[in-house]
């Protein structure tokens, strides 16, 4: 018996149309949707009043507004999936999910597990110059949240559709190894968060660490036979990221810390991927153990 049994549930909605040429087709189906589905997003953005300053806002992500509109625009990848689901697949998003009570079940001890080890390193100690700054009053940062899950929910729960519940699962409709439908998407998955134009010489670090978050992820669904743990973990992930400590400038308006760094700074992003490197490692083992129960 095979760890990765659990799979076999949302492997099996996905069989009926695993050739790759409907995989690519859905990809490309996917890929038009998005477009024309992003170009009336930002259309419509254009129309608002002040729309070159809440442009700026969304390249930056340094407002509350700005990453309202950055993270929103997540509804024309969703819709885009839909689209590709139907069209080339028969699918409905639904059977990307796995069974309702593990997917809630399993995604509450995933994010409580998940939750406590952020929170633990939180509070650890960092280097002086690496130390976080308040950058939102407590209460406005409060009032807040459930704005910034919903968001994140979006946004994290978009990813994880596309890269572990459609990607993952039609790969594993047609191949068997792991090394293929967990290690394609998560290559994907990477490789979309190389960035020059932000992080400079450190560019590649986002992307190893998103391959590995990757990789994770699909693992976590595999066990699991649900999305659950993987869309419980992102939105942890996510939460502590962007809501709790951002990097300053970039992505913190919904933040209640800032990094007394930006993204720029190559020599501190660096210094910090170890220490993410070893943070995912730890909530992907407490998630292990919160599965377990």
Do not use: K
Request: some cysteine.
């Amino acid at each position: 018996m095979s760890a990765y049994d659990p799979h076999d549930t949302l492997i099996a909605p996905a069989r009926p149309s695993a050739a790759l040429g409907r995989l690519i087709f859905g990809i490309a189906v996917l890929v038009m949707t998005f477009v024309v589905l992003n170009i009336l997003w930002f259309g419509m953005v254009r129309r608002l009043p002040e729309a070159a300053e809440i442009f700026r806002e969304i390249q930056q992500g340094d407002t509350v507004r700005g990453m309202v509109f950055l993270l929103g625009s997540f509804i024309s990848l969703l819709g885009a999936l839909g689209v590709a689901l139907r069209v080339a697949h028969g699918r409905g998003m639904r059977s990307l999910l796995g069974p309702l009570r593990h997917l809630l079940g399993q995604g509450a001890r995933v994010f409580r597990a998940s939750a406590l080890v952020f929170l633990v390193v939180f509070f650890l100690p960092m280097p002086a110059d690496l130390a976080p700054e308040r950058a939102m009053g407590l209460g406005r940062w409060l009032t807040l949240v459930p704005l910034s899950l919903g968001l994140l929910l979006l946004q994290s729960g978009t990813e994880e559709l596309l890269f572990r519940g459609y990607l993952q699962s039609q790969l594993a409709a047609r191949f068997r190894h792991p090394a293929i439908w967990i290690g394609v998407p998560s290559l994907v998955f990477g490789l979309l968060h190389y960035d020059p134009a932000t992080y400079g010489d450190a560019a590649v670090w986002p992307v190893v660490w998103a391959f590995f978050f990757g990789v994770v992820a699909g693992d976590l669904t595999a066990r699991s036979g649900s999305l659950g743990p993987a869309l419980a973990l992102h939105v942890a992930n996510n939460f502590a990221a962007v809501s709790l400590t951002a990097m300053d400038g970039y992505w913190d308006g919904l933040a209640l810390y800032t990094l007394p760094v930006g993204p720029g700074d190559s020599a501190a992003l660096m210094r910090l991927m170890p220490i993410e490197g070893a943070v995912l490692l730890c909530v992907w083992l407490a998630a292990r153990i919160a599965l377990r129960r």
